[in-house]
């Protein structure tokens, strides 16, 4: 299969390496609006540089879209016009009114899509997913979430993410969906600027806890800060009547006990998200070439992507209004 790459900045990169070691693809076309970072990510692992992004398309058997937000919705919809297998990192689009048109465009497309929340590849992920669904946990009674990046992007990055929620809180709010196979009914949120007063300059937060309520499921809270001076740290301890478990702990978390004569963690820690998840990406990217040849169906659609940004904008909403926010308030 000959897959075309769309971006090659940071995850691009990451994308190129594991793309070309990925079993089903042989031979990957990178490109990106930057033709000389295109041309260093091809050299590095062995692809061919297109010329242009509509150029590796139309060279393309499918596509991986690794590109600034931004110009997701317009890749997608040249990707899928085209009828080619379309993997895209999250989110779709900018926002959510962009993000729902663009879910219907692809489901009447009919091109194979799959949405990039790779948490859903991660192996302690997976293990929570085949617990709570088999039954070995029983009734889930509670679920707590952590998400805590090691240090704050730079200005340029923070001022277009669209708030922690949206940016980083909604791997979260995506995985408690998938985990739990419950859907999010309510949301109160709470937050604030701590230590970092660039995110006040955009009406965002660098610290935030949030309550969710779900359907007939868990009662769940998480935590969310943009500094943990140990390293990256992201959790999930999910407790039943039958069995209570968690993501994220080990000898890589950086949290550091002080219970007398607990040692501190073996490390070293995880130090960003490229770190603790390349191998839940490698594994995204074996479930997409099934996906491309028709062996397996999406693992991860469009309409997941709107789900847990819906969840997203009721955890803003309740933010800046300082009250619960029910989901049926948020379109979708």
Known sequence: MRVALLGAGRIGRLHARLLTSTPG?????????DAARAAEVAKEVGATVAPSMDAALDGAEAVVIA????????????????????????????NLEETIALAGDIERSGAAFQLGF????????????????????????????????????HEAYIAQSGGIFRDFSIHDFDVLRWMTGCEVEEVYADGG?????????YL????????????????????VTRHDPLGYDIRAEIFGSRDSVSVGLGPQTPL?????????????????????????????????????????????TARDGVAALRVAEAADRALHEHRVVRLAEIPG
């Open 204 to 223: 965002d937060v660098d610290t935030a806890v949030v309550t969710l309520r779900l359907a007939d499921g868990p009662f769940t809270v998480m935590t």
């Open 256 to 300: 550091r006990s002080v219970e007398p004569g607990v040692p501190p963690p073996a490390g070293p820690a995880w130090k960003d998200f490229l770190m603790r998840f390349e191998s839940a990406y490698a594994a995204e990217f074996v479930a997409f070439v099934a996906m491309a040849r028709g062996e397996a169906i999406s693992p991860c």
């Open 118 to 153: 790779q948490r859903r590849f991660d192996p302690a992920y997976r293990e929570v997913y085949r617990l709570v669904h088999s039954g070995e946990l029983g009734t889930l009674y509670a679920v707590r979430l952590a998400g805590h990046d090691p240090e704050p992007a």
């Open 67 to 94: 590109a600034a937000t931004g110009a997701h919705a317009e890749l997608i919809r040249a990707s899928i016009g085209r009828g080619l297998p379309t993997f895209c990192e999250k989110p779709l689009a900018g």
């Open 25 to 33: 693809i042989d031979s990957l076309l990178v490109a990106d609006v």
């Open 193 to 201: 600027v701590r230590q970092f007063p660039v995110f006040a300059k």
